[in-house]
């Protein structure tokens, strides 16, 4: 199979993501432009609605009998990768993983700084889901739908690639002691995940599959939908999601999933960038979108042929 590639070369400018990295440590730096884009961002929290069990089938729910409150874990209490991923630290505080008494920069934070991160982690979030203890209902059922960025307004090329988990904090996970954030529980209660799909902004169509089509132009946004059954007044739970924090190159293949239409923007775009002075390099299999390029190269069986 013949291969074209296309080399457009302007004055020589720093790389792109060194431009937009906030870090200077030399090793961040080192780790490639995956890293660096990375550790440029502040990592913007999800939106999550909850829905009246009633649209989903199950027993009868009334939305002013619960309250939410959503942070994500401390980093430091748990591990973001290797094969011990996911497990907490230590037993005890600081270490321990869980929402426990909400402790700001112990137990969990309101604003991630991606820099505590590298492409692939596993980032842990809560939920607190508080019953009404004057309820009038037993054994209710939620449904939280969560929506993450699948593509951070922040920075390029990075992004919530797909939920690993979802589970009662602690009590579904082998690799935490324990949280004393759940309260009254007697042990009726679920967390389930239903499902999870990418979708388009501002629709908020369908637009993927986790995670295939992670790091295409149209799936903007992660949703995940979490049940969370058998609850009663005076309940406490914490919903653990774990998702996956991920990268993707924007220059590989970038056109290869879209609409001719946005195929073309694309390319204009990459023209764009050209002319204000960025040296561009596609291997594409597209002769069109070769013929943007100022130099052509043909490949065949890995060889230069023209």
């Not at 199950?58 to 959503?70: K, S, T, Y």
């Amino acid at each position: 199979m013949s291969m074209w590639g296309w080399i457009m070369s302007r004055r020589q400018r720093r790389d792109h993501w060194s431009r937009t990295s906030r870090s200077s440590d030399a090793n961040h730096r080192s780790r490639g432009w995956l890293t660096v884009a990375a550790g440029a961002i502040v990592i913007s929290f999800f939106a999550i609605a909850l829905w009246l069990a009633g649209a989903f089938g199950g027993a009868h729910a009334d939305g002013g009998d619960f309250q939410l409150d959503l942070v994500s874990a401390e980093p430091t209490t748990y591990e973001q990768r290797g094969g011990s991923e996911g497990d907490e630290k230590g037993t005890s505080d600081p270490l321990d993983l869980g929402y426990d008494d909400r402790t700001i920069n112990v137990d969990v934070i309101e604003q991630l700084e991606a820099i505590d991160f590298e492409c692939d982690d596993r980032i842990i979030f809560f939920t607190r889901v508080t019953v009404d203890s004057g309820a009038s209902d037993t054994d209710q059922t939620i449904v939280l739908t969560y929506h993450f960025d699948a593509r951070n307004n922040g920075q390029q090329a990075v992004g919530y690639s797909e939920v690993l988990e979802a589970g009662i904090s602690a009590i579904d996970f082998g690799g935490q002691t324990g949280d004393d954030g759940n309260m009254n529980l007697d042990g009726n209660e679920g967390v389930s995940l239903l499902s999870q799909q990418y979708l388009n902004k501002p629709q908020n169509n369908p637009t993927g599959t986790v995670s295939g089509d992670f790091g295409n132009a149209d799936a903007e946004i992660l949703e995940a939908v979490v049940r969370v059954d058998g609850l009663d007044p005076g309940d406490q739970l914490i919903v653990r999601v774990d998702v996956r924090f991920s990268c993707f190159d924007p220059f590989e293949e970038p056109t290869g999933n879209l609409h001719s239409s946005q195929g073309k923007e694309i390319m204009d775009l990459f023209k764009r960038l050209n002319e204000e002075g960025t040296t561009i390099i596609q291997v594409t299999h597209s002769e069109f979108n070769a013929s943007y390029g100022s130099r052509i190269i043909k490949l065949h069986d890995g060889w230069i042929v023209d």
